[in-house]
């Protein structure tokens, strides 16, 4: 089991359905993991900083479209105040996240980045979406250290179909931002969407081999929620299929996706995500730790903010304050027998 998966072989784990196969599978990933990365479960403080947006991505409820939602950005005040929490909470990183905002200026939100690294110990992650290049510059000379921006599917034609370029700004490639991000010397985070409709599983088996060729520090993935007031949730039409060939946005798939990414990136930091645990909140986190995951990203964002940051609806821990969900993290981090990280846990080296 030690040659490198390949795209037929990450494909067939995907198609895999018997459960004594699939128990291999989770202890595979689980031991790469521990040998790679260790036992420590890194927490990273997610704020989120806006929910307005320039876009219309079709799956996404934060899509400039949707007048249904009341839109908020954050003061620099509130959210210095969550990150000097994040840090009293011993969180080794904040990650700040929004819509592809405009109305956040770059100066503004390097001025806020460097007066996290300033005035805390914090690793500082940004997710602001397809930014133009100098703005990327701006905050990482300002201090900021990782960035993530998913690529959502390595398919051209259904990305294209999920995600129309900016009305007003030149058309940006996201593998080409991602080879920027690193070239500026950013910690580099992508990922994927599980179970999209027109994603079949040779294109899913591809995006996972594709993490591999960026070599990637950081992979989030996901499963896709259908959101109702978006494109996509209302059943837009998207080339369908042949029968067998779509792949389901079920739990099962995202265990399936978050081990191999595990088994392709050994090394990498790869979070639990909250749509996992949306799809179960009773244990869907720390399933996804005990398959590959490492990473765990506590809700930091107000209370009064949470509930409109909605990418998908029902998301889970959207009532909980930081202090509960830093508790309830704690104890289901403690209860697998894990460790929480101490310091940023950033990149390991080879
Ligand atoms: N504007 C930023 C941040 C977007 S939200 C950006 O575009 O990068 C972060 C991630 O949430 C997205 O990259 C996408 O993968 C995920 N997401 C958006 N809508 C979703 C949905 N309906 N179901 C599941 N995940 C979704």
Redesign the pocket.
């Known amino acids: 089991m030690n040659e490198p998966l390949t795209e037929k072989a990450i494909q067939q784990w995907l198609r895999e359905e018997d459960p004594s196969r699939l128990d291999a599978l989770w202890h595979w990933a689980d031991q790469v993991r521990r040998e790679n990365v260790g036992d420590a479960v890194h927490l990273r403080g997610l704020i989120e900083i806006s929910n307005y ?1 320039s ?1 219309q ?1 079709g ?4 899509r400039a479209a949707n007048t249904d939602l009341e839109r908020y950005r954050m003061s620099s005040e509130e959210i210095l105040e969550c990150a000097h929490e994040a840090a009293r909470y011993r969180y080794g990183t904040v990650v700040m ?4 905002d405009y109305g956040i200026e770059a100066e503004w939100l390097a001025e806020i980045v460097f007066r996290i690294k300033m005035e805390t110990p914090l690793a500082v992650t940004l ?4 930014r133009p290049d100098n703005d990327l510059r701006r905050w990482r000379e300002a201090g900021a250290d990782r960035y ?3 690529f ?1 599917t390595s398919d051209p034609e259904l990305f294209a179909a999920i995600h129309p370029p900016h009305p007003a700004r030149p058309a940006q490639n996201r593998l080409e931002i991602l080879r920027t991000l690193r070239r500026l010397g950013y910690e580099v985070g992508s ?3 599980i179970g999209i409709p027109g994603q079949s599983y040779e294109s899913l088996a591809h995006d996972i081999a594709t993490f591999r060729e960026l070599g990637l520090d950081m992979v ?1 993935v ?6 109702p007031s ?1 494109p ?2 209302e059943g837009a039409a998207i080339q369908p299929l042949e029968p067998g060939q779509q792949v389901p946005n079920t739990e099962l798939m995202t265990y399936k996706v978050v081990a191999l990414t595990r088994l392709v990136c050994p090394r990498a930091n790869i979070p639990s995500t909250t ?1 996992l645990a949306t799809l179960n909140l009773a244990s869907g986190r720390e399933l996804g730790l005990q398959r590959g995951a490492n990473v765990i990203m506590p809700n930091m964002t107000p209370p009064k903010y949470r509930a409109l940051y909605q ?2 609806p029902a998301k889970a821990c959207i009532q909980e304050t930081s202090q509960e969900c830093r508790i309830c993290l704690q104890g289901r981090i403690q209860s697998i027998g894990r460790t929480v990280g101490s310091g940023p846990g950033g990149r390991t080296k080879t």
């Not at 996240?97 to 592809?100: F, H, I, L, M, P």
Request: hydrophobic share 30%; aromatic share 8%; glycine share 20%.
């Open positions: 947006c876009r991505c799956y996404c409820g934060l996240q929004a819509g592809e997710s602001m979406g397809e993530l921006l998913r959502e990922g994927v969407m989030g996901g499963p896709y929620i259908s959101h978006t996509l949730g749509a990418i998908y």
